[in-house]
């Protein structure tokens, strides 16, 4: 009787263990902060603005800021598939037009390298300004404009801001 009592004991005492190391586990992998990058992007029309002021210079991510928001825009890009679309913009106080839409990934990354730093502020207001201004075609900027007349379906996209977020309110 000896012997079933202490197997009941010793498996009472491995089902209250279980959990708590199961909890352990959980814990320590947590730590290793897992992360999942799909292989594809949702979408198919993507936006990339990108903040060129000064603050993105700064070398607390080596090589600079600038240069770690470039090669991830670079990355996305090469997960695009054939019939996406991008566009990019560098700001600082003024937005640019590196590349309008196209499909043609070795043109982005191109765009993409091309992009220098500026020693100016930053205004997200004239990126963003930009960035709907091209991706819904056929308005007027003046929306209280009794003649804005849409010609064309605005298509949705997708934006990706890469910024430091050095600007003002």
Sequence with gaps: MTCCASR???????????????????LMWACLRPG?????LIGDRFIFLVDTSASMSATDIEPTRLDAA?????????R????DVAL???????????????????????????????QRS??????????A????PGRTSDADNANDVQV?????ATLYLYTDGGFSA
Excluded at 36 to 40: C, D, I, K, L
Excluded at 133 to 136: M, T
Excluded at 152 to 156: F, I, S, T, V
């Design 88 to 118: 990019i913009i560098s700001f600082s106080n003024v937005a640019r037009v590196e590349q309008s839409f196209t499909s043609n990934r070795s043109l982005l990354r191109q765009k993409v390298k091309d992009i220098k730093a500026t």
């Design 8 to 26: 009941l004991c010793a498996s009472v005492g491995l089902l209250v263990l279980l959990p708590a190391g199961l909890l352990i586990a959980l």
């Design 36 to 40: 999942w990058q799909g292989a594809q």
């Design 133 to 136: 201004g091209l991706a819904n």
């Design 152 to 156: 064309a379906e605005a298509l949705p």
């Design 70 to 78: 470039k090669k991830h825009i670079s990355g996305l890009i090469d």
């Design 122 to 131: 930053s205004d997200l207001r004239e990126a963003l300004r930009a960035a």
């Design 80 to 83: 695009m598939q054939a019939d």
